[in-house]
């Protein structure tokens, strides 16, 4: 993510601190994502330079304003007219980011090669808030080619301890 993806995203959240809205702010942000995802012509639109853009800033009034706060469509409306609505996305994750940081909250993104139980999440997000020091949200999805053991995501660190990980490892000491 470029770091002028985290000051437009900083610039929105430190506007929801000041009203004390960064959860409606969020809620705002994620209706809107869900909106671009589901329609992926309406991001094309909104950044084609061949269409003026003050018919493309006056869609995103049409479509959001009303329904979301007015910082949140003026942030989308900045981002198109800055030719960077592509990477609202990227926005919404960094400001999630930020929400969750304030919280004290951290994502693991967990990847398993089967389904874990309720039992090892549990153990699992106990062991990653002794690690990170704050609550744990768990991301879980399954790749059943790694074989057995997990990999973590975390604060920007990945923790291999899959099969398909240890097996490259023996592969490179026997090489050696």
Do not use: W
């Amino acid at each position: 993510m470029t770091e002028v993806i985290k000051e437009y995203a900083e610039a929105l959240f430190i506007l929801a601190l000041e009203g004390n809205k960064e959860k409606e702010y969020m809620k705002a942000l994620e209706e809107a994502l869900n909106v671009f995802e589901s329609e992926p012509d309406y991001t094309d639109f909104l950044s084609a330079p061949g269409i003026p853009l003050g018919e493309r800033v006056g869609a995103i009034e049409a479509v959001f304003g009303g329904n979301l706060p007015s910082d949140v469509v003026s942030f989308m409306q900045l981002l198109c007219e800055k030719g960077r609505i592509v990477s609202f996305k990227s926005c919404v994750n960094e400001y999630r980011n930020l929400l969750l940081a304030k919280e004290n909250i951290t994502s693991a993104f967990v990847t398993s090669a089967t389904r874990l139980t309720e039992d090892e999440k549990t153990a699992l997000r106990r062991k990653l808030e002794k690690i990170s020091g704050n609550t744990v949200e768990l991301h879980l999805s399954v790749d059943e080619s790694l074989l057995g053991g997990l990999m973590v995501e975390m604060n920007g660190m990945v923790m291999d301890g899959t099969l398909r990980q240890r097996l490259r490892e023996v592969k490179e000491v026997m090489n050696q």
